[in-house]
């Protein structure tokens, strides 16, 4: 099946994941004028009345990139929506999504047939990001256009299944928009994401290592100085069982080898207990496993130059 149009401005098949915390209009739209969809989570925009700034300026951006260079038009850009119960700001910030129009609208943490059908009425695309077969059966019977599978090793709230598993498994019954999420982070692994059967390659954790990304200097130095040996998986932080640098953990005076397990019912990304959920994203890092190939800051545009640069050598080395 083929994307949807949406997806056609795409120089390289990639989604820049939405980083909680980290991503901001600047990233976003370094990512779309590089040729990917950039992303951010419509919770970093904080207080709530911001995300309707932002999204004024990455539309406005954006625009006038593309009168300034017809020939290459920006890729669209995505906001990432939390539907759980927990985000008493989602009505609000869906409104705001509606007033832009937003190309693409990321879903986590849930699916709802309102939300779904909220986005189709001003002709958005909805991507919903699963951690199993079961999820995405649901995903897609709510209404949900595609679904990104996150597999082991992704960063932040991830999966323990293999990426070969997760695709196959939902390739026999789905053939719709496919962005696979874990561990990706050079040309060829996008190259081998589209092998596996998915459309797209998500990628986040490199974007973390950008200088437009709104991290501290000492995240993105930890994520140049690190593979996967220093990340460690656990649902301590917010309830849920993610990926994080041992190095933060190790800062914030914990052993990251012996974290206490969380009581998934507490989790709030919005309110009470959202405070420490965004504390830890803060303080205690999260990251991919892929991390081992990031080894210097460099510009948005620039990594996706390189991820291009890649991806054409891979697609080349199979061709023989």
């Known amino acids: ?9 795409l120089r390289l098949p990639v989604i820049g994941s939405p980083l909680f915390i980290i991503s901001n209009p600047k990233l976003v739209i370094a990512q779309c004028k590089a040729g990917i969809v950039g992303s951010m989570p419509a919770l970093n925009a904080r207080p709530a009345s911001q995300l309707d700034e932002w999204l004024h300026e990455i539309t406005e951006e954006l625009a006038a990139w593309d009168r300034a260079h017809p020939d290459a038009p920006a890729a669209p850009y995505a906001i990432n929506q939390i539907v759980h119960k927990s985000n008493d700001r989602l009505e609000h910030d869906m409104a705001v999504c509606a007033k ?5 609208v990321i879903t986590s943490l849930g699916a709802r047939e309102d939300v779904n059908q909220g986005v189709h009425a001003w002709g958005g695309v909805v991507m ?3 951690i199993n077969n079961v999820f995405a059966r649901k995903a897609i019977e709510k209404g949900a256009d595609g679904l990104i599978p996150v597999a082991a090793g992704a960063g932040g709230h991830a999966s323990v299944k293999s990426p070969f598993a997760m695709v196959q498994e939902i390739r026999q ?11 990706i982070a050079s040309g060829g692994a996008i190259l081998a994401a589209q092998a596996m059967g998915a459309d797209l390659a998500y990628i986040g954790s490199p974007f973390i290592a950008t200088h437009e990304a709104r991290a501290v200097d000492g ?9 996967s040996d220093d990340i460690v998986y656990s649902n301590f932080y917010t309830g849920i069982h993610g990926n994080y640098l041992k190095g933060s953990i190790r800062n914030a005076g914990m052993d990251p080898e012996n974290l206490p397990e969380s009581d998934p019912s507490k989790m709030n990304f919005a309110t009470g207990e959202g405070a420490s959920a965004a504390k830890a994203w803060r303080d205690i890092w999260g990251c991919g496993q892929g991390v081992g190939v990031i080894r210097e800051v460099v510009g948005a545009g620039d990594l996706v130059a390189r991820f291009a640069s890649e991806y054409a050598q891979a697609r080349q080395r199979l061709l023989g």
């Open 128 to 130: 919903h990001d699963v």
């Open 1 to 9: 099946m083929s994307l949807p149009p949406v997806f056609n401005r």
């Open 173 to 183: 019954w789905f053939d719709g928009p496919l962005a696979l999420s874990g561990s």
């Open 219 to 227: 995240y993105k130095q930890m994520i140049c100085e690190s593979n």
């Open 100 to 104: 832009y129009k937003v190309p693409i």
